[in-house]
């Protein structure tokens, strides 16, 4: 898990979000109201839901930003975190205490790190890079 994680702020504009992901090199930043997680903004989200609708880079994260977060909590082992990641179709996922609040993120590349089963953190991979519907099932 990554501990030094960048958000924004609900009221934050998409360029703000745009600029952490370019200067972080991620294609998602949460979105936090002080410290509790209430979205995550993805460069999809901002192409999809700003640039595509001819909204401005001024316009606020909470415009574009995914709403239903799936999270972990910071004892959550790495097995269930691949099993969230390929079931909800992300790369990223946010780790958060029992209040909601942003303690770190954990990504596709985290798992490969750890000692898991040898092909589960490239299942989970395949899973997340399957279009929706067509998972496969094992």
């Known amino acids: 898990m990554t501990q030094d994680v960048s958000c924004v702020q609900p009221s934050d504009s ?3 979000a745009a600029q952490i992901m370019q200067s972080r090199n991620v294609g998602s930043v949460p979105v936090c109201d002080g410290k509790k ?9 901002i192409t999809l839901n700003a640039v595509a609708k001819g909204k401005t880079s001024e316009t606020q994260t909470q415009e574009c930003m995914t709403q239903q977060v799936v999270s972990c909590r ?3 082992d790495a097995h269930e975190a691949a099993d969230l990641m390929a079931r909800h179709q992300i790369r990223r996922l946010p780790v958060c205490d029992a209040s909601g609040n942003l303690v770190g993120i954990v990504a596709i590349g ?3 790190t750890v000692d898991i089963h040898i092909n589960e953190a490239g299942d989970a991979l395949s899973q997340i ?10």
């Open 129 to 138: 890079s399957q279009p929706s519907g067509q998972q496969e099932i094992h």
């Open 14 to 16: 998409i360029k703000q």
């Open 37 to 45: 997680v209430v979205g995550m903004i993805t460069d999809r989200d």
């Open 74 to 76: 910071p004892d959550t």
């Open 110 to 112: 985290d798992l490969a």
